[in-house]
């Protein structure tokens, strides 16, 4: 068996986080840690938190430090994520947050890698505006990749719409927020030297290719 990882996926929204996110966790035989669609999970529930986290998400706006903390370290406490490892995908999102990661991490040996996919403004601009997404289980689609029949799910027949953070204005406010917020997280690793910063552009399997090659590098060095 492939030994576990512990790594935290980076890059701006549409970078394609979740396809590699997926992939990695596959390959390294750990869980997929996705806060986003334990958010949107939460917001479907109608509870007070999914009400609350609703506003912020359709406002393109991040979630306070503080809830996702608290949802993210509940998670990491499972058995699975604490034995194995992990593929961390929509956190951290700002300093605080990565140090809060650090704290919680070092019992168990810390960070291996941080993986940055690199994918300029503009592409992720296309596929965000065209992207479509199940309203029960969460599931990605495009407007030129859509669900077989009429906007349906493949994976579990629910409509498949237009998300509503996905409107321009959210992903403008979202890019923004990104570059204002997250951007930091890259030299806070980097001094940490666990940053690997990996091309997000071209087929999917060609990004997870570089992916695989640059943890591994990343783990070789670590255990020279």
């Not at 999102?93 to 991490?105: G, I, M, S």
């Amino acid at each position: 068996m492939i030994p576990g990882v512990r790594l935290v996926l980076l890059g701006k929204q549409g970078a394609g986080k979740g396809t590699q996110a997926v992939k990695l966790a596959k390959h390294y035989v750990v869980p997929h840690i996705s806060t986003g669609d334990m958010f949107r999970a939460t917001v479907r529930s109608g509870s007070p938190l999914g009400e609350k986290l609703g506003y912020f998400m359709e406002a393109g706006e991040l979630v306070p430090d503080a809830v996702v903390i608290e949802v993210v370290e509940t998670r990491l406490r499972e058995d699975d994520s604490r034995t194995r490892g992990f593929v961390l995908d929509g956190f951290p999102r700002t300093r605080p947050q990565a140090e809060e990661l650090q704290a919680v991490l070092e019992p168990l040996g810390g960070l291996d890698v941080a993986l940055d996919l690199e994918v300029p403004t503009d592409i992720v601009m296309a596929r965000l505006s065209g992207r479509r997404a199940c309203s029960q289980c969460g599931a990605n689609y495009h407007v030129e990749a859509p669900p077989q029949v009429e906007w349906t799910c493949d994976v579990c027949g629910g409509e498949v719409v237009h998300r509503a953070d996905d409107t321009p204005d959210a992903i403008a406010r979202r890019l923004a927020l990104y570059e204002q917020e997250t951007e930091p997280l890259l030299g806070f690793y980097r001094e940490l030297g666990l940053l690997c910063v990996v091309e997000g552009v071209g087929l999917p399997n060609d990004v997870f290719s570089r992916a695989v090659e640059a943890v591994d590098a990343r783990r070789e060095r670590a255990r020279v």
